[in-house]
């Protein structure tokens, strides 16, 4: 295994778990921020208002999202034994 091709699997290993972190990581970002708003625009100071709506759009994405980032997953182990491992 040469250097480049170690690079080039730590490369695609990034960015494929960026591909399948990020639906989940939006969509709490983005409730998250939409909470702040609504606890800024009405005074409400309660520190865990925010975690309920959180965790349920985080278990709703991955139910929603879950396959499709298996098949990520899988399509990216898939990769890596057919190049270092071609005769399994």
Do not use: C, H, R
């Not at 609504?38 to 865990?48: D, G, L, P, W, Y």
């Amino acid at each position: 295994m040469t250097i480049e091709s170690f690079l080039d699997v730590i490369q695609n290993g990034v960015v494929t778990f960026l591909m399948v972190a990020a639906p989940v990581l939006l969509l709490s970002l983005g409730v998250g921020l939409l909470i702040g708003i609504f606890q800024a625009v009405t005074q409400i100071n309660e520190q865990t208002l925010s975690f309920v709506p959180k965790i349920l759009v985080v278990f709703l994405s991955i139910a929603v999202f879950g396959g499709w980032m298996l098949q990520m997953m899988m399509d990216y182990f898939m990769d890596i034994m057919n190049v270092y491992f071609p005769l399994i």
